[in-house]
Nanobody
Framework: VQLQASGGGLVQPGGSLRLSCAAS??????VGWFRQAPGKEREYVGA??????YYTDSVRGRFTISRDNAKNTVYLNMNNLKPEDTAVYYC????????????????????WGQGTQVTVSS
């Protein structure tokens, strides 16, 4: 069972990045994305529940989640990045079929990727 997050890096404000979450031995029916900035608590970014996608207000309209079922991979496409988006980004999955209202709760998830650093700076 493994989730592998990748694709982070350094980008200028207004730039774009695509993060990948590759799953092995774990379901991608529900995948959540979270981030944690230094000195702050882990924050919900968004989630995909089969074909339904959910986003926190601060990223809605800038971030989109997509999936490639053939590759068992979920993507977080990030556009118009801002310095406040700087954080370590994590993907997470679960064996269950949680309802949408609990997707922002980190406790909903059974498996976590190792995190990938995103730095937005000029």
């Amino acid at each position: 069972v493994q989730l592998q997050a990748s694709g982070g890096g350094l980008v200028q404000p207004g730039g774009s990045l695509r993060l990948s979450c590759a799953a092995s031995g774990v379901s991608t029916y529900v995948v959540g994305w979270f981030r944690q900035a230094p000195g702050k608590e882990r924050e919900y970014v968004g989630a995909i529940r089969w074909t339904m996608k959910y986003y926190t207000d601060s990223v809605r309209g800038r971030f989109t989640i997509s999936r490639d079922n053939a590759k068992n991979t979920v993507y977080l496409n990030m556009n118009n990045l801002k310095p406040e988006d700087t954080a370590v980004y994590y993907c997470a999955s679960t064996d269950g079929r949680p309802i949408s209202s609990v997707l922002p709760d980190p406790g909903t998830y059974d498996y976590w990727g190792q995190g990938t650093q995103v730095t937005v700076s000029s």
